[in-house]
């Protein structure tokens, strides 16, 4: 059973179409990129994923793990694993970072029928994730992602990740406002969470994120549709000769 | 727009403490004269001084008009339509004193209090329970019910009573420092209080104690039609302490009722009282029908020198709320500060900030001011900050946040300020904010429920004041504002 099935998926905002028939089928183990030019739809389909209000619907479907995604609230897709990263991850003042990654993680543990998370191993293994992710202890104790940087917000987003294991990993533009360095980690996190039963979705703007982190599949998003997929070929190739001339032998 | 409406009902909330004790009270008949004034003053058994002390004040209210300038609106009250005084009966019949053992109490009335989460009982909050360490004098509309903890805070000299007992037993004490921070005629709501306060509450620590434990009043107005008019005055001498704490809570009634509360806080040298409210009164429903009408005068006097008062407040209930705690920093080198979050939802009224009169060198004050609107409801912050010419070298920082939920509310901001000595150093910040539809959806798409999110933003944005309740109470007050915006979703 696929991890996620997309078939035929429209969806507008404000009564305009964005979406116009995408179909897509992510298996556990799999690493997708979805690339596209600026205003391709590649936010439009986080969000639709994710579950944003404002987004509607208007054909199609997705089954998330067996379960019609487009039935379940946002927080549901959560807790049932699926991880949106953000690529403007919001300011939160004054709510601590570990308090949130607390709540995260508990929330999915109730939703497994788990207790809660005892603060002990709880620090330990935050601990752990914000040493490989090359960020300080104090990181935690600061308000969520308030006065961060923007390599800053995206390691915090990608701790989250590693945190909370999710099944699904979609990671937005991950890979912007990235410095080199902050790119290696950020590339060395998503490459730790790949394995058998994971599916990761990378939806970026540009080649380099590829480099590091080496997808199984390339798709190429243009108006809303999936006009072409590859190997990780095609993001080579994208990077050599600019998105022109894949659009025009795709139309 | 949808995502508007749902924040809305995010917010809606339910009043949980909206009961009725069953039991029969002693209510004089509405009205007010000088007869009323001195039956009040006969069923306290209350000295001369003190009958003469609320004659004074009937007086000087009689002449006095009801103050318009306020942001609020509310129909003209009726003061003869009032009654001004409540009280059990079984509490009557013991005499003006307060019951000498929970035993003595009529038992509705302690069940009314385990009901609100109160521990009356010393030995079950000895044992542990919630509220333990924590002294608490019990008001129960016009008189107070039980105090505890009396024994072992004598111990340390310190006095924690009801405000009649203090009449009874401490009258130089209520002599000396009555109405010496709040005079009878301050304004037209401390002179109707001062001609009428049945009870309250009376707490005088003395010269370098530390007093060992919290104190609290818990009022609870139940008796339909009436006001409510309690007392509170704090004495800390030099070099003492003291952490304060009152709630209260109301009956969920159509109509309007009127609580006009004072309290007086006098800090000697070296001296700190930390005064903490949980205000949780009826707010009325959703359509702005009932409700408690929250019209109080707060104030403290840094009268020696090194001396420091703080209020923090957490206001989320009445349906008006129209008060400003204050410190007048007369001693050299005092210490003022005001940490307010005032919580407005459907058509509640807000107008409340502080008032911080430096007087003497070198006195600090701060004030950091949250206020939360959601529903229809109108937030005020109005707040002074005054260096009068002596006080050189004063300085004063101010924070002013609003928070809006929905689009139909309104945050208004009122700062005044008032330099008279070139060699003061004031600053003043202030935001508006909105809970964002980019914030819940980050923390729902992390797992967490629209309410835990919502919970978590306003608790975030509320964190610098509830960092300065005291423990016990942060987690009371996080849990009231949790309820506050607790709601049907979806």
């Given at each position: 059973?696929?991890?996620?099935?997309?078939?035929?998926?429209?969806?507008?905002?404000?009564?305009?179409?964005?979406?116009?028939?995408?179909?897509?089928?992510?298996?556990?183990?799999?690493?997708?990129?979805?690339?596209?030019?600026?205003?391709?739809?590649?936010?439009?389909?986080?969000?639709?994923?994710?579950?944003?209000?404002?987004?509607?619907?208007?054909?199609?479907?997705?089954?998330?793990?067996?379960?019609?995604?487009?039935?379940?609230?946002?927080?549901?897709?959560?807790?049932?694993?699926?991880?949106?990263?953000?690529?403007?991850?919001?300011?939160?003042?004054?709510?601590?970072?570990?308090y949130?990654?607390?709540?995260?993680?508990?929330?999915?543990?109730?939703?497994?029928?788990?207790?809660?998370?005892?603060?002990?191993?709880?620090?330990k293994?935050?601990?752990?994730?914000?040493?490989?992710?090359?960020?300080?202890?104090?990181?935690?104790?600061?308000?969520?992602?308030?006065?961060?940087?923007?390599?800053?917000k995206?390691r915090?987003?990608?701790?989250?990740?590693?945190?909370l294991?999710?099944?699904?990993?979609?990671?937005?533009?991950?890979?912007?406002g990235?410095?080199?360095?902050?790119?290696?980690?950020?590339?060395?996190?998503?490459?730790?969470?790949?394995?058998?039963?994971?599916?990761?979705?990378?939806?970026?703007?540009?080649?380099?994120?590829?480099?590091?982190?080496?997808?199984?599949?390339v798709?190429?998003?243009?108006?809303?549709?999936?006009?072409?997929?590859?190997?990780?070929?095609?993001?080579?190739?994208?990077?050599?000769?600019?998105?022109?001339?894949?659009?025009?032998?795709?139309? | 727009?949808?995502?508007?409406?749902?924040?809305?009902?995010?917010?809606?909330?339910?009043?949980?403490?909206?009961?009725?004790?069953?039991?029969?009270?002693?209510i004089?008949?509405?009205?007010?004269?000088?007869?009323?004034?001195?039956?009040?003053?006969?069923?306290?058994?209350?000295?001369?001084?003190?009958?003469?002390?609320r004659?004074?004040?009937?007086?000087?209210?009689?002449?006095?008009?009801?103050?318009?300038?306020?942001?609020v609106?509310?129909?003209?009250?009726?003061?003869?339509?009032?009654?001004?005084?409540?009280?059990?009966k079984?509490?009557?019949?013991?005499?003006?004193?307060?019951?000498?053992?929970?035993?003595?109490?009529?038992?509705?009335?302690?069940?009314?209090?385990?009901?609100?989460?109160?521990?009356?009982?010393?030995?079950?909050?000895?044992?542990?329970?919630?509220?333990?360490?924590?002294?608490?004098?019990?008001?129960?509309?016009?008189?107070?019910?039980?105090?505890?903890?009396?024994?072992?805070?004598?111990?340390?000299?310190?006095?924690?009573?009801?405000?009649?007992?203090?009449?009874?037993?401490?009258?130089?004490?209520?002599?000396?420092?009555?109405?010496t921070?709040?005079?009878?005629?301050?304004n037209?709501?401390?002179?109707?209080?001062?001609?009428?306060?049945?009870?309250?509450?009376?707490v005088?620590?003395?010269?370098?104690?530390?007093?060992?434990?919290?104190?609290?009043?818990?009022?609870?107005?139940?008796?339909?039609?009436?006001?409510?008019?309690?007392?509170?005055?704090?004495?800390?001498?030099?070099?003492?302490?003291?952490?304060?704490?009152?709630?209260?809570?109301?009956?969920?009634?159509?109509?309007?009722?009127?609580?006009?509360?004072?309290?007086?806080?006098?800090?000697?040298?070296?001296?700190?009282?930390?005064?903490?409210?949980?205000?949780?009164?009826?707010?009325?429903?959703?359509?702005?029908?009932?409700g408690?009408?929250?019209?109080?005068?707060?104030?403290?006097?840094?009268?020696?020198?090194?001396?420091?008062?703080?209020?923090?407040?957490?206001?989320?209930?009445?349906?008006?709320?129209?008060k400003?705690?204050?410190?007048?920093?007369?001693?050299?080198?005092?210490?003022?500060?005001?940490?307010?979050v005032?919580?407005?939802?459907?058509?509640?009224?807000?107008?409340?900030?502080?008032?911080?009169?430096?007087?003497?060198?070198?006195?600090?004050?701060?004030?950091?001011?949250?206020?939360?609107?959601?529903?229809?409801?109108?937030?005020?912050?109005?707040?002074?900050?005054?260096i009068?010419?002596?006080?050189?070298?004063?300085?004063?920082?101010?924070?002013?946040?609003?928070?809006?939920?929905?689009?139909?509310?309104?945050?208004?901001?009122?700062?005044?300020?008032?330099?008279?000595?070139?060699?003061?150093?004031?600053?003043?910040?202030?935001?508006?904010?909105?809970?964002?539809?980019?914030?819940?959806?980050?923390?729902?798409?992390?797992?967490?429920?629209?309410?835990?999110?919502?919970?978590?933003?306003?608790?975030?944005?509320?964190?610098?004041?509830?960092?300065?309740?005291?423990m016990?109470?942060?987690?009371?007050?996080?849990?009231?504002?949790?309820?506050?915006?607790?709601?049907?979703?979806?």
């Open positions: 059973m696929a991890l996620l099935e997309i078939k035929n998926l429209h969806a507008e905002i404000d009564g305009k179409e964005i979406l116009r028939g995408i179909d897509l089928t992510v298996n556990a183990g799999e690493v997708h990129a979805i690339m596209g030019p600026n205003g391709s739809g590649k936010s439009t389909l986080c969000h639709v994923l994710g579950g944003r209000e404002g987004y509607e619907v208007t054909q199609g479907t997705i089954t998330f793990d067996g379960q019609d995604l487009l039935e379940m609230e946002t927080e549901e897709r959560a807790v049932a694993g699926m991880l949106l990263g953000f690529q403007h991850p919001v300011e939160i003042p004054g709510v601590k970072n570990i949130l990654l607390k709540e995260a993680l508990n929330a999915k543990r109730e939703a497994q029928g788990l207790d809660e998370v005892d603060t002990f191993s709880f620090m293994q935050v601990r752990e994730l914000v040493a490989s992710m090359d960020m300080d202890d104090a990181f935690l104790h600061r308000g969520v992602n308030a006065g961060f940087s923007g390599g800053e995206k915090n987003e990608i701790l989250q990740m590693l945190l294991e999710p099944k699904l990993a979609l990671l937005d533009e991950t890979d912007s990235l410095d080199i360095d902050a790119l290696k980690v950020v590339s060395e996190g998503i490459n730790r969470m790949r394995g058998e039963e994971r599916g990761i979705i990378l939806v970026t703007h540009y080649q380099r994120l590829l480099n590091y982190v080496e997808p199984d599949f798709h190429v998003l243009y108006k809303g549709r999936i006009i072409k997929s590859g190997d990780k070929t095609l993001a080579h190739r994208l990077e050599a000769e600019g998105y022109q001339e894949i659009l025009e032998e795709a139309s | 727009m949808t995502e508007t409406r749902e924040l809305e009902q995010l917010v809606k909330r339910e009043y949980k403490y909206g009961f009725t004790t069953d039991i029969e009270q002693e004089i008949p509405p009205g007010l004269d000088e007869d009323v004034v001195r039956m009040i003053s006969a069923k306290k058994n209350e000295p001369e001084f003190m009958l003469e002390w004659l004074e004040a009937f007086r000087q209210w009689q002449k006095m008009e009801e103050p318009d300038w306020a942001h609106h509310y129909p003209k009250i009726d003061y003869q339509a009032l009654s001004y005084y409540a009280a059990p079984s509490q009557e019949e013991l005499d003006a004193d307060a019951p000498e053992s929970l035993d003595e109490v009529d038992p509705k009335l302690l069940e009314t209090y385990e009901k609100l989460g109160i521990p009356l009982h010393e030995r079950a909050a000895l044992a542990g329970v919630k509220g333990a360490n924590v002294a608490v004098d019990a008001v129960f509309d016009s008189v107070s019910v039980t105090t505890t903890f009396k024994d072992k805070l004598a111990e340390a000299g310190v006095i924690f009573c009801s405000f009649s007992e203090a009449v009874e037993n401490h009258p130089e004490l209520v002599k000396k420092y009555l109405g921070v709040v005079p009878q005629g301050d037209y709501f401390a002179a109707l209080n001062s001609a009428v306060f049945s009870d309250g509450s009376f005088f620590v003395p010269k370098g104690v530390k007093c060992p434990m919290e104190l609290s009043t818990y009022f609870r107005i139940n008796a339909r039609n009436t006001g409510q008019f309690e007392r509170t005055l704090i004495v800390a001498e030099e070099g003492a302490s003291v952490s304060y704490l009152e709630g209260c809570t109301a009956p969920q009634r159509d109509e309007n009722q009127l609580h006009a509360a004072v309290v007086e806080l006098v800090a000697l040298d070296d001296a700190q009282i930390k005064y903490s409210t949980v205000q949780n009164w009826y707010p009325g429903d959703e359509e702005g029908k009932g408690i009408y929250n019209f109080v005068t707060k104030r403290g006097e840094c009268r020696g020198d090194r001396s420091k008062i703080t209020w923090t407040q957490v206001e989320a209930g009445s349906a008006i709320t129209w400003y705690p204050s410190c007048i920093l007369k001693g050299n080198d005092s210490v003022g500060e005001f940490y307010s005032a919580v407005s939802n459907n058509y509640q009224q807000v107008d409340s900030g502080t008032k911080m009169i430096h007087l003497g060198e070198r006195t600090r004050s701060t004030i950091v001011s949250k206020g939360i609107s959601a529903g229809r409801s109108q937030n005020a912050y109005r707040g002074l900050v005054h009068g010419k002596s006080a050189r070298d004063a300085r004063n920082f101010t924070q002013c946040d609003s928070l809006l939920i929905g689009d139909r509310c309104g945050a208004h901001t009122f700062p005044y300020i008032e330099a008279k000595n070139a060699s003061a150093q004031l600053e003043h910040e202030a935001t508006t904010s909105k809970v964002s539809d980019d914030q819940m959806f980050y923390l729902r798409s992390r797992g967490l429920s629209e309410e835990d999110a919502m919970n978590m933003v306003v608790s975030g944005f509320c964190k610098d004041v509830f960092n300065e309740l005291p016990e109470f942060a987690v009371e007050a996080q849990a009231l504002l949790a309820v506050s915006l607790e709601g049907s979703v979806g």
